[in-house]
């Protein structure tokens, strides 16, 4: 089981790899990937045998994407009383499994910047709030020695940075 849930996790982290290097000008397709990764990385938790937090949070991360893909293939903006329905989840989701300590509120913050990451409606907004969410996670990963984890956000990390310089940074006017 231990070697499907590996198998599951680099699944995962190509998913959410290819999400950072799509150039977004709508949303619609890198939240069908950030969909399918994060079902595979609950998926590998559950296999694992450990994480029960890790795999509820990334269910409800899938959920909330696949969500947001209907409501921006359909050009309809997401209502807040949603992302304000989403952050109570991840909340409550990480104090649940979680219990209250700091590395709890760190993982919440970590959420509600997924929360953020995928309500945007262009790739070089997603792309931001992604190192957002990485870094939290990073520092998350080390502080509760998740060092495996930590490699796949550092990972992302690079990849959404590749997928800024690739499609979003400004290009310079040269004049004639």
């Not at 029960?52 to 359909?74: R, V």
């Not at 219990?99 to 509120?105: C, D, K």
């Not at 520092?139 to 956000?153: C, E, N, R, T």
Request: aromatic share 14%; proline share 1%; hydrophobic share 50%.
């Amino acid at each position: 089981m231990q070697t499907l849930s590996y198998v599951l996790s680099t699944l995962g982290l190509a998913s959410v790899v290819a999400a950072s290097l799509i150039k977004g000008r709508k949303m619609k397709q890198i939240l069908f990937f950030v969909f399918c990764s994060n079902v595979l990385f609950a998926t590998s938790y559950m296999f694992a045998g450990s994480g029960i937090n890790g795999a509820a949070s990334c269910y409800l991360g899938g959920l909330q994407a696949i969500i947001n893909y209907f409501f921006d293939s359909k050009d309809k903006p997401l209502p807040k009383w949603l992302v304000a329905l989403y952050a109570i989840g991840f909340v409550a989701v990480n104090l649940i499994f979680g219990g209250f300590n700091a590395l709890t509120v760190l993982a919440i913050v970590a959420s509600l910047s997924f929360v953020m990451c995928i309500g945007q409606k262009s790739g070089a907004k997603y792309r931001f709030w992604t190192i957002v969410n990485s870094v939290l996670w990073c520092i998350y990963d080390l502080l509760s020695k998740s060092y495996g984890a930590f490699v796949s956000h550092i990972i992302l990390l690079v990849f959404t940075v590749v997928g800024m310089i690739i499609h979003d940074r400004k290009k310079e006017k040269v004049n004639e």
